[in-house]
């Protein structure tokens, strides 16, 4: 029972605390694909961004999450949100717009985004600095370890104020995003616009306020995304570098742009991370008597180091892109 604990610590919830990041990551980057048609290789450095206003904001008023008892960088969140939506919308009116009126191939617009990725990383670098940051300025991360009341386990389940935290935003985001996706106007108009762009504005949609809108879901998803990984570790100014790759290949798991399937294809990448680094020899010890004198088992028997566990998505991306390239749930609709 200690080592099944110690696989619920380091699998179940590490996995669902990756997978929710990827999945909240990827949502953003399969709605711009699903309206613009074009891979948005900046969407990690708009992460970066909304979790740096969070820094910036709880470094300013470091003590406004006291009055109800959570963690001031959640009550900052919301204006992050806002601040990194129209950080998106801005970055669209100045770069993506301008190559939209001329007509240029979506090659375009990905070489254009990688462009704005370097930009943003170097003016996140230039006021943030190089090392990494705390989002608990004043306030102390609390961690919860919960004792099961099974004789003999003397090991506890550990689970963080910020994960928490991150499996209750989460939610909110998916049902949110589904409410908005299938009740609304907009969002019929959106899942409109994704299915035949010249249709949609024959039927009278205005492209252009739709275009914004889902520049401003995904500048606000990626604030989401952002902040909650920074509150679990650590605020880095190169956060994005590690981000990109595993939420691009959520969104092709799932099935590029389609928002559900990121949030599937999210959680199969980080699971699939978690699973590949964790060492299994420590679920084998209590069987370690029992084995034959001649099989002896190694000190670590993860698949991979965790050094190595970058490789893990893009293995996935190319199984994926080989056996099923429409992903799990046959992309290109919302």
């Known amino acids: 029972m200690n080592e099944l604990v110690f696989f619920i610590n380091n699998v179940v919830i590490a996995g669902s605390v990756t997978g929710s990041i990827y999945a909240i990551g990827a949502v953003g980057v399969t709605l711009i694909f699903s309206i613009m048609r074009f891979a948005h290789f900046a969407h990690g450095d708009m992460m970066t961004f909304g979790a740096f206003m969070v820094l910036l904001l709880t470094t300013l008023f470091p003590q406004a999450g006291a009055a109800i008892g959570v963690p001031t960088p959640l009550i900052m969140l919301p204006l992050a949100m806002v ?25 375009v617009f990905v070489i254009a985004s990688l462009g704005v990725a370097l930009m943003l990383q170097g003016l996140i670098r230039l006021f943030a600095g190089t090392g990494g940051q705390s989002l608990y300025v004043d306030d102390r991360k609390e961690i919860f370890r919960l004792a099961l009341p099974i004789e003999g386990v003397r090991v506890p389940v550990v689970i963080t104020e910020p994960q928490l935290y991150l499996f209750a935003l989460t939610l909110v985001a998916v049902v949110g995003l589904h409410v908005f996706l299938s009740r609304s106007r907009l969002g019929k108009a959106m899942r409109a616009m994704s299915d035949n762009p010249d249709l949609a504005q024959a039927s009278g949609i205005n492209t252009h306020t739709i275009v914004a809108v889902t520049w401003m879901l995904a500048g606000g998803l990626a604030a989401i995304a952002g902040t909650l990984l920074s509150l679990d570790v650590t605020f880095k100014p190169d956060l994005s570098f590690f981000l990109l790759l595993p939420i691009f290949a959520a969104a092709i798991v799932g099935g590029v742009g389609h928002p559900y399937g990121a949030i599937a294809g999210g959680f199969v990448v980080g699971f699939a991370e978690t699973l590949a680094v964790f060492n299994w020899n420590v679920l084998l010890r209590p069987f370690r008597d029992s084995l034959p004198e001649w099989l002896s088992l190694p000190g670590n028997l993860a698949f991979v180091g965790t050094e190595y566990k970058i490789v893990v998505p893009f293995f996935i991306l190319v199984v994926i892109l080989v056996w099923r390239p429409t992903g799990i749930f046959k992309g290109k609709v919302i």
């Open 83 to 107: 601040l990194t939506a129209a950080l998106a919308v801005g970055l669209d009116r100045a770069f993506y717009k301008p190559l939209r009126a001329h007509g240029v191939k979506p090659i």
